[in-house]
């Protein structure tokens, strides 16, 4: 096994080169939007049969879901990206704005 490290800058160039003349390593790090692009190459292998069905199961069901294309599992991502809102109280409420006080609440 080799380790090729790819500058970031082209990272997605080199990628897409790989994919498309079939030259893409047996692993790889890319963002979660990519996969389908890879996918539709017919450049990625189903992840199930390689993986153990506990580490399938562990997955965020959001990452289960990125990672399925077509049925099948063709990338395991291994954290969620995450988007923080804040806004003022006092504004919300003179508004009459609804919003969720708390993670139960949706």
Do not use: C, W
């Not at 990628?15 to 390593?25: C, E, I, V, W, Y």
């Not at 399925?68 to 919300?92: D, H, I, P």
Request: glycine letters at 16%; a negative charge.
């Amino acid at each position: 096994m080799r380790l090729r490290v790819v500058p970031e800058g082209d990272y997605a160039s080199v990628l897409q080169a790989a994919a498309a003349n079939g030259t893409l390593p047996d692993a790889i790090e890319v963002d979660g939007p990519m996969l389908a692009s890879f996918n539709f190459q017919g450049a990625l292998a189903d992840l199930t049969p390689l993986l153990p069905a506990g580490t399938v199961q562990g997955m965020l069901s959001s990452l289960r879901a990125q990672g399925t294309v077509g049925g099948r599992l063709v990338g395991a991502g291994v954290f969620e990206s995450g988007l923080g809102m804040y806004g003022n109280k006092r504004l919300l409420d003179a508004a009459g704005v609804v919003y969720p006080h708390g993670l139960d609440e949706g």
